[in-house]
T-cell receptor
């Protein structure tokens, strides 16, 4: 069984401030973890993924995430928020057997000027 | 360009009517998925298919049906048995041996 919890359904930051979106997971097998971004009325776009290589994963648009097994966490960060980062973000864990993914409920990021 | 297409972008139907949502991919991916997204909720898996002519129920399959007659196509039918069909529907695909899913642009279904 696998599950994902995203802490905070809404996060608001000022432009230029640090972005931190939290994700905790549970998985009975070594997980594959993903962060996706979704803009209104669009599909999901992959930001980054952890597949058991380096624990610090760098993605697109300046985002990165660190896999911490002891904390079962995969938090997403960006040093300096930009207005274009305003969107909904989803964390997901994948079961390798069927490629089935379980998604968190999402976090809406608002960036204030 | 390779990718996943979903049509139409917006769909309106009267209550009690069946409706079919299209999903096509030219990525040569083996597996395909249908998700439902409601406001404030994550994606919930409806059906998935790992090979042609085979598919499995996801977490919320009741009131939906699918077919996988071709590798590149995975249409979803929302039947009149689905009690609350208004939602945003997302199709995804995955290459065998990889764990990343690629998503289409989605179809917003509104039942009046």
């Amino acid at each position: 069984a696998q599950s994902v919890t995203q802490l905070g359904s809404h996060v608001s930051v000022s432009e230029g401030a640090l972005v931190l979106l939290r994700c905790n997971y549970s998985s009975s097998v070594p997980p594959y973890l993903f962060w996706y971004v979704q803009y209104p009325n669009q599909g999901l776009q992959l930001l980054l993924k952890y597949t058991s290589a380096a624990t610090l994963v760098k993605g697109i648009n300046g985002f990165e995430a660190e896999f911490k097994k002891s904390e079962t966490s995969f938090h997403l960060t960006k040093p300096s928020a930009h207005m274009s980062d305003a969107a909904e973000y989803f964390c997901a864990v994948t079961n390798t057997n069927a490629g089935k993914s379980t998604f968190g409920d999402g976090t809406t990021l608002t960036v204030k000027p | 360009d390779g990718g996943i297409t979903q049509s139409p972008k917006y769909l309106f139907r009267k209550e009690g009517q069946n409706v079919t949502l299209s999903c096509e991919q030219n990525l040569n991916h083996d597996a395909m998925y249908w998700y439902r997204q409601d406001p404030g909720q994550g994606l919930r898996l409806i059906y998935y298919s790992q090979i042609v002519n085979d598919f499995q129920k996801g977490d919320i399959a009741e009131g939906y049906s699918v077919s996988r007659e071709k590798k590149e196509s995975f249409p979803l039918t929302v039947t009149s048995a689905q009690k609350n069909p208004t939602a945003f529907y997302l199709c995804a695909s995955r290459l065998r041996g990889d764990n990343e899913q690629f998503f289409g642009p989605g179809t917003r279904l509104t039942v009046l």
